[in-house]
């Protein structure tokens, strides 16, 4: 365990390998949509302080190249940035949102070990750049897979199985959930957002996206020319309309990138139009007076 903690001495380490657990091929919707999971369990002290009922969670879809501590120390693109490996941005989210359960979902495939393709939740090219529709799926997957991973972790009250039914059962007492993603897992949010209207149809699933309280994009971006942020001001309208908190953080890395313009000025659109139609919506733009660099790319995961 030393070597994937750096710095952590002994005794940190242990307990640090205490809290966290990692989840292979954990089913969703379907039985051939499987992801890796990694779940960093709430310090006992501040669940007891903060979430009594011990059933507040936060999902991260991650970037390209960010995988695992010991898959990233053996690919050279990736071994730079291994303060960034699924490990310990979950102790960073640990620290970020104290007393809830902390999930990492791993994409379904990085093509070439680098790029994240999150086809489990949106249709995308080989390179990870997502082609978003209404209807993918993205909401019920998300859904089954964090019920699954809950039953494989043991959660003491997990999200009761989907049923199909008109009168859903209900959700675990206090259930509460954040999403927070980073660069090409802001895919992920755009899909979702893409779906709202025709999720809210379904019972259960309207039950599930009641629940989520806010959303995280953290300097989004892909290698497709459009789509980094989400533009459709009917989609807009419907996440305006679900009262869930939007927090917009970007660098100047994407939304300063004269040779991929687009990106930036969808993201004044995004947050322009959400406003406009009354959402609860905070941007921020980090690293402003510092030259544009993958660096304070990745660390926005730290200071969001």
Known sequence: ????????????????????????????????????????????????????????????????????????????????????????????????????????????????????????????????????????????????????????????????????????APLPKGFSLILVAFSKGCVVLNQVVHELASVRTNPELRQFLDSISDMYWLDGGHPGTGDTWVTDKQALGELASSGIAVHAHVTPYEVCDPTRAWVGREHRCFVKTLGELGARISQNLHFEDEPACIANHFRVIEEF
């Open 1 to 168: 365990m030393s070597s994937s903690w750096g710095s952590a001495g002994a005794g940190q380490a242990s307990s640090l390998y205490g809290r966290l657990l990692r989840l292979s091929a954990v089913p969703g919707s379907e039985q051939h949509r499987l992801n890796d999971v990694l779940l960093l369990r709430p310090e006992p002290k501040d669940t007891q302080a903060t979430c009594s009922e011990n059933n507040a969670h936060v999902v991260f879809f991650p970037g390209d190249i960010q995988n695992f501590h010991q898959e990233m120390a053996v690919q050279p693109d990736a071994s730079p940035w291994l303060s960034f490996s699924l490990e310990r941005v979950a102790l960073v989210l640990g620290a970020r949102f104290p007393g809830r359960h902390v999930w990492l979902v791993r994409p379904s495939r990085l093509h070439l070990h680098k790029f994240s393709c999150y086809t489990n939740f949106v249709s995308c090219d080989v390179f990870g750049a997502p082609k978003h529709s209404p209807d993918y799926g993205a909401v019920l997957h998300l859904r089954a897979l964090l019920g699954h991973a809950m039953e494989r972790a043991a959660i003491a009250e997990p999200l009761p199985p989907l049923g199909g039914s008109s009168v859903p």
